[in-house]
């Protein structure tokens, strides 16, 4: 590419008109020792606590521990370039991020800096990171759904908009998959998605935003990533920086989904400053103030009332336990912070349950009120039935003798759990969802065998779209289920019943 | 052996003022060395016996200093020496200082205590220490007249320390305390390449065609 000289000459000479030259008034100090992402700053008597300081080649700074004689920085950079004895200068600002739809689509830092390679950011606001959460007269109750694509959550654990809905469970159970689902989700719901990967492997990431991509959900996602090889400090903030993203969205009366994938190693790495700042060690090492680290975060999810525009943020953090311990320290304060928790065990896992959800401990407090009526209708006691079905199968195990009402109610759990199970990238549309768990709720599948009834859903609703289609639509336009529907939806079922286990029969033959 | 290299250390240290607990125990013995001798209305003789005990005995027998601050020495013994070497031409009340920082094992802060003492004696005259750097060397009236231009400012009595920097180019720099009012054409210059660069980068983006041949290459 050759350049247009003159051009560029003319656009510097322009600059350098314009320039106002103005006393440089600063503030500064000079670095007493560095390391660990920290560095300890001689000066800077005036400095305020999480304002903004300038190291020589531009790194940032934040303020974290105000002492005495000294100011503990975090350095949100490459602290191995920051030397002893350097001038730190106070920026006199507090840290922000660019906002807005320049984000969306791209993959960036916690700072706001591209990671894609697709230029910068053209960004025309920015935000502040932390910033307070909306209070009590600025929201409203969570009304609106926030659909999963997940048939087992969206049945038993519904999520409301502006909800903060905890995945919770051990290494390798799934917990990702969830947020990634959901987010390919709302392909068609205009919601906005920001996925925050914290101390992550970078392969990991590249393999999700490959994946999304793929699903064509890149579009409307936004991707901050901290991962396991940035200094720590930026594993610290990235949370907060994503929130801040999606919370501009939400004042613009606009619907966002957080996913905070992993707020455990956020834990770690806000526990990993504070101990360098030789703030003292509470229970498990963390600092005191661990709780308020996550609970300011959170709290920034709301729906807000229809006066600030109705907008909306969601947030699923996620929490790796270890060995199922969800009493440790970080599990259970983000279980108290959440309006509720998707438990996931790994036994369920390798027992073949996608997603491995524990319905027994698994709740949400509030997306009741938000579930589609008729999502409401067909799965009401699908929780309970399913929790006394785990207990009746333990008790089956032990090989005694059944009455046929139990060996019923156990082939019915068994269809039902089989039902639920379902493949990553694989989300479905709530109108499917309450088609296939009316069926099994109302016992139309006990007659179909256990090893077939994925094959059963599949062509169920490949056959209610391609000859019912009015019926599907009725359900999408009223949300409801009526008696009419109820009807028709019957006569459906009967009908296809009669061809899926006939096609059988002949295959028998 | 030990001992000795942290007594070096702390004497290095406290000539370099990072380290920041040492700071912060000169800061109390330095509040209460003034304390004392303004209570006896001898601040002016204290403080000239610290100076020359720094300039003209510190400096000039560094072995001293090392004895001073070594910890294989006894207390019992550095009170001797001290009694000997000082106490012909030192007031009681200095002396007593230099024991009781003995006692307390603290005489290896000694410098960072004496530059606390007139960090904070300034602090207490209303007087200010004020830096002026320039690129070239200046005459007084000159460096007045800067120093005159914010006086408002610092609200005290400047004391005046200047240096040269041939790298500022032009301008100049003044600190006062943790400000620096930075006037030198390096930084002006180091701010249009930064503004530059913030401003174009947009530009480049959205118009890349502006700056290239339509015909291409």
């Known amino acids: ?509 | 052996m030990g001992d000795e290299n942290k007594a070096q250390d702390a004497h290095y240290v406290a000539e370099r003022e990072i380290d920041i607990t040492v700071e912060r125990i000169a800061d109390v013995y330095a509040e209460a060395f003034l304390g004392a001798a303004k209570n006896a209305d001898c601040v002016d003789d204290m403080l000239e016996s610290f100076d020359s005990l720094v300039s003209d005995v510190l400096d000039r027998f560094p072995e001293l200093e090392k004895i001073l601050a070594s910890a294989l020495i006894s207390t019992e013994e550095k009170e001797g020496i001290l009694d000997r070497v000082l106490r012909a031409e030192s007031s009681p009340m200095f002396l007593n200082f230099l024991k009781v920082l003995s006692r307390h094992g603290r005489l290896d802060c000694l410098r960072a205590i004496h530059r606390q003492t007139h960090d904070l004696y300034d602090e207490m005259m209303g007087r200010v220490n004020v830096e002026l750097v320039t690129p070239v060397p200046i005459d007084d009236a000159l460096a007045d007249r800067v120093v005159d231009s914010i006086k408002a400012i610092i609200g005290g009595v400047p004391v005046v320390s200047r240096s040269v920097d041939p790298e500022l180019i032009g301008g100049a720099v003044l600190k006062v305390g943790d400000m620096v009012y930075d006037g030198s054409v390096v930084t002006q210059l180091q701010n249009v390449r930064k503004q530059m660069i913030n401003r174009s980068v947009n530009e480049i983006q959205s118009r890349r065609d502006r700056f290239r041949y339509k015909e291409g290459n």
């Open chain 1, 1 to 509: 590419m050759k350049f247009k000289a003159d051009e560029i000459a003319s656009v510097i000479k322009k600059e350098i008109e314009n320039y106002q030259s103005q006393v440089d008034v600063r503030q500064v100090g000079r670095v007493l020792e560095v390391g660990d992402g920290i560095a300890r700053v001689y000066g800077l008597s005036d400095v305020m606590a999480g304002e903004m300081v300038e190291f020589p080649d531009g790194i940032i700074g934040l303020a974290f521990n105000l002492e005495q004689n000294s100011v503990g920085v975090i350095i949100l950079g490459d602290f191995l370039t920051v030397n002893e004895g350097d001038e730190v200068r106070s920026i006199g600002k507090l840290l922000s991020v660019p906002v807005g739809n320049a984000v969306l689509g791209r993959v960036l830092d916690p700072l706001g800096q591209p990671l894609d390679g697709l230029g910068p950011v053209n960004a025309e606001e920015t935000r502040l990171v932390e910033s307070m959460a909306p209070g009590v007269s600025e929201r409203q109750p969570v009304k609106e759904p926030l659909q999963t694509g997940i048939k087992a959550i969206d049945a038993m654990t519904p999520i409301g908009r502006g909800q903060r809905e905890l995945i919770i469970g051990d290494r390798k159970t799934g917990k990702t998959a969830i947020g990634i689902d959901t987010i390919i989700n709302q392909r068609d719901t205009g919601v906005k998605c920001f996925y925050i990967a914290v101390g992550q492997k970078e392969s990991t990431v590249a393999g999700l935003i490959e994946l999304l991509r793929k699903e064509g959900a890149m579009d409307y996602t936004t991707i901050i990533v901290a991962g396991a090889s940035d200094p720590v400090p930026l594993q610290y903030i990235a949370p907060y920086a994503g929130c801040a993203m999606a919370e501009h969205l939400m004042y613009e009366g606009q619907h966002s989904v957080i996913i905070y994938d992993d707020l455990s190693k956020q834990a770690v790495a806000y526990r990993q400053l504070s101990l360098l700042m030789r703030r003292p060690p509470g229970r498990e090492a963390y600092p005191g103030d661990v709780f308020y680290c996550h609970s300011r975060l959170l709290e920034r999810s709301a729906k807000l009332s229809d006066e600030l525009g109705g907008g909306s943020m969601t947030a699923l953090p996620i929490v790796e336990t270890l060995e199922g311990e969800v009493s440790a320290y970080i599990p259970t304060n983000v279980i108290s912070i959440t309006d509720g928790q998707i438990y996931l065990q790994p036994d369920l896992f390798f027992a073949g349950q996608r997603p491995a959800m524990n319905v027994g401990i698994s709740v949400s407090r509030v997306g009741g009120a938000a579930q589609v009526p008729a999502m409401k209708k067909v799965a009401g006691g699908l929780r309970l039935d399913l929790a006394a079905f785990r207990e009746l199968e333990a008790f089956a195990q032990l090989g005694t003798d059944l009455d046929a009402a139990t060996q019923a109610r156990l082939d019915r759990g068994y269809r039902m759990t089989e039902l639920l199970k379902q493949g990553l990238c694989r989300p479905l549309h709530v109108v499917d969802q309450v088609l296939s768990i009316y069926a099994g709720t109302r016992g139309w599948l006990d007659e179909v065998p256990v090893e077939r009834i994925h094959e059963w859903e599949g062509s169920f609703l490949e056959f209610v779209h391609a000859n019912k289609q009015e019926l599907w639509d009725k359900i999408d336009e009223k949300k409801q289920i009526d008696d009419g529907i109820v009807a028709s939806l019957d006569e459906v079922l009967t009908e296809f019943n009669k061809t899926f286990l006939g096609k059988e029969d002949t295959a028998a033959v």
